[in-house]
């Protein structure tokens, strides 16, 4: 059997993008999955399927590269507003804004320029204590912006041996279910340049939306940063905006549609 896949990148993270609505492409060994997205040399895969939820337009399922699925991704979810709207024309219930179910939570985008999403979950707020985990850091802090992420403040992030340190992050037994590694050194009081290790990615990734979130709120909150925060990795730039409440987080930056292709059993 042949699928159809569209790729895209949103700020150099990677991804396939699959229509699932009918629900063939569920419940396949992970294994396949993940030979899909090395074969195609991908962060990860997304699914649009229709949502168990009355309030949603439609449902993303994101499977991590090694096949697992995971709660959340940040770019992937600001690409499937353009996958949406312009390959699958699905019209959203209120008028220029999509609302759309993850695994654990709703998220509401709009199909526009540099795709801003509002990221509806933050919890876990320093709740894990990682100020030992990376001995150079200037500040370190734990926070979970969909999935779980650490971010490490450093004078120097070019030349860090992010495979070796990234993974002493993502392994540490106080992590039941794995974290994302963020290291980023402070540009000005509203730029930061930012590198991350990704858990199911297991290694370095050209960008990283929930990591990009977790880093600009870990400066609002723990150095008094103010909105926007402009975050620069490898891919590309990502701004991140958000109340002194925190009530209200987006984050926007670039999406591209890379082509499309076909995926088989």
């Known amino acids: 059997m042949e699928f159809s896949f569209w790729r895209y990148s949103a700020t150099g993270n990677l991804f396939l993008f699959f229509d699932n609505r009918e629900q063939k492409l569920s419940n396949l060994d992970s294994s396949l999955y993940e030979k ?3 074969e195609n040399k991908v962060d990860g895969l997304i699914f649009l ?8 337009d439609f449902h993303m399922r994101y ?24 390959i699958l024309k699905i019209a959203p219930a209120e008028m220029g804004q ?21 990221m509806t979950e933050l919890s876990e707020v320093g709740a894990i204590a990682v100020d030992d985990l990376i001995p150079q850091a200037k500040s370190s802090y734990y926070l979970n912006t969909g999935v779980p992420h650490c971010v490490f403040e ?6 860090i041996d992010l495979q070796k340190w990234g993974a002493k992050v993502r392994y540490d037994k106080r992590f039941e279910k794995g974290t994302n590694a963020n290291f980023f050194r402070i540009l000005d009081k509203s730029v930061v340049e930012m590198r991350t290790y990704e858990r199911g ?25 103010c909105s926007p925060i402009k975050v620069k990795v490898p891919g590309g730039d990502l701004e991140v905006s ?17 082509g499309s292709g076909v995926a088989t059993l």
């Open 36 to 38: 899909w997205a090395v």
């Open 242 to 258: 958000f109340k002194d409440d925190f009530s209200e987080v987006y984050l926007a930056g670039a999406v591209e549609l890379l």
């Open 154 to 159: 450093l004078d120097d992030i070019a030349d």
């Open 63 to 86: 499977l991590n590269a090694d096949g697992r699925e995971v709660e959340m991704c940040g770019n992937g979810a600001r690409s499937i507003l353009h996958f949406a709207h312009h």
């Open 201 to 225: 990615v297991e290694g370095e990734t050209q960008s990283c939306g929930t990591g990009a979130t977790a880093v600009a709120l870990s400066m609002a909150k723990n150095l008094g940063h």
């Open 49 to 56: 399927e229709n949502s168990a939820d009355e309030r949603a």
């Open 98 to 118: 999509y609302t759309f179910s993850t695994l654990c939570s709703l998220y509401h985008g709009k199909p526009e320029n540099l795709f801003p999403l509002q």
